[in-house]
């Protein structure tokens, strides 16, 4: 995928499974809605950087993305002297949250520290009557107030705002106190995962909201007509990595060197054993050992591992009995189907401006 780290730019970390809310569809929350027993709770520690971090002397990389597959980077007891460390490797540094922990004070210490490598996205789906629908545990006033106390401090924000039927109405609102607040951009976002949402919601202004499920079903039809089910599609399509197009790769709360974030996760499912994509991961795992990329023992040298130097592209282009194909790769980068509700079609950012959002 890479053949040293000189190629990386971009790394995302899922530096912890901690975090104060429990989205259901989030993988640290089990179906019955408790903590996923299958997921240690844990964090990447001082020394974890120190290893990640070593190749990167004077700000190598460009990025380093704090995402959220298991938990909340703030939510974590060794965020604050890793994100300190963390600042002379990288020129810019996103941190994604909830925004609900923490207080102002913290907030206004994070912008002073942050000064202008730092960008955090506030993870806010709608406003005070609805937010925490699905952020369950949210608070939104208390979002509010860190967000006001950081975008004050000179902090830079974005508000990201994921689509439910229970929330399209409030797009023109949110965005418009995301103006006011000093947010420098609003998002909107598109989760395939919920599928049954009502596709037209007109807003309080009159604006239409565009079906957003008419590009998935239409791309879906047109992948069954060519395909025999969903599952050739992902068996068959080319694939394009969005990683590697990206120079970026992914290390998640155990200290282990994924290809992406999507890998991230797998391992960890409550209910993984169900998964179509465990089998593709236990083939693997099984072939090269549980621990095989894991960087507290093996420090970068996993990227030199068979998997990442020969299995990954041998899987993608041309894969045989040794080296199978993914079922994450095809479905995720597939090029005739976008998955992923943070891609594409199915990702609208703009300064302030979701515009072409709409009919
Ligand atoms: S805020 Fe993020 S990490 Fe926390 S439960 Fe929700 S989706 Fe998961
Ligand atoms: S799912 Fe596979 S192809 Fe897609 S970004 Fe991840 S490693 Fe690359």
């Excluded at 394009?240 to 197009?245: D, L, M, Q, S, V």
């Amino acid at each position: 995928m890479f053949e040293n780290t000189l190629q990386i730019k971009k790394l995302m970390l899922d530096h912890t499974s901690r975090c104060n809310l429990m989205c259901p569809q989030c993988g640290r929350v089990s179906k019955d809605q408790k903590i996923n027993p299958g997921m240690p709770i844990t964090d990447l520690t001082l020394q974890d950087y120190k290893i990640i971090l070593e190749p990167f002397t004077n700000n190598k990389l460009d990025q380093i993305i704090h995402c959220g597959n298991f938990g909340d980077v703030i939510a974590s007891p060794t965020f604050e002297e890793t994100f300190l460390y963390s600042l002379d490797f990288t020129k810019t540094i996103r941190i994604e949250t909830n925004g609900s922990a923490r207080k102002p004070e913290w907030w206004i210490n994070l912008a002073n520290n942050g000064k202008e490598k730092l960008s955090v996205v506030f993870s806010i789906d709608g406003l005070k009557d609805t937010n925490h629908l699905y952020r369950i545990g949210s608070n939104f006033d208390k979002i509010i107030e860190n967000a006001t106390a950081y975008i004050n401090a000179g902090g830079k924000a974005e508000w990201q705002f994921i689509e439910f039927a229970h929330n399209y109405h409030q797009i023109d609102d949110a965005e418009k106190l995301a103006s006011e607040l000093g947010f420098t951009n609003f998002t909107v976002k598109y989760t395939a995962r919920f599928q049954d949402t009502k596709t037209q919601v007109e807003t309080r202004k009159g604006n239409i909201v565009k079906n957003k499920d008419s590009h998935v079903s239409q791309d879906f039809s047109s992948i069954i007509s060519q395909y025999k089910n969903f599952d050739d599609y992902v068996a068959n399509t080319n694939i394009t990595c969005k990683f590697k197009k990206d120079f970026r790769l992914f290390i998640d709360m155990d200290m282990r060197l994924w290809p992406c974030c999507w890998f991230g996760g797998p391992k960890y499912f409550a209910d993984k054993k169900h998964t179509k994509q465990w089998k593709s991961f236990k083939y693997f795992l099984d072939l090269y050992g549980e621990d095989f990329n894991d960087m507290r023992k093996y420090g970068w040298s996993v990227l030199q591992h068979e998997f990442f130097q020969t299995y990954l592209e041998r899987s993608w282009n041309n894969p045989n009995d040794k080296y199978k194909r993914i079922y994450t790769c095809g479905r995720t980068c597939g090029q005739k189907f976008e998955y992923s509700s943070g891609y594409g079609k199915n990702w609208n950012t703009k300064e302030l401006n979701h515009a072409e959002n709409r009919v």
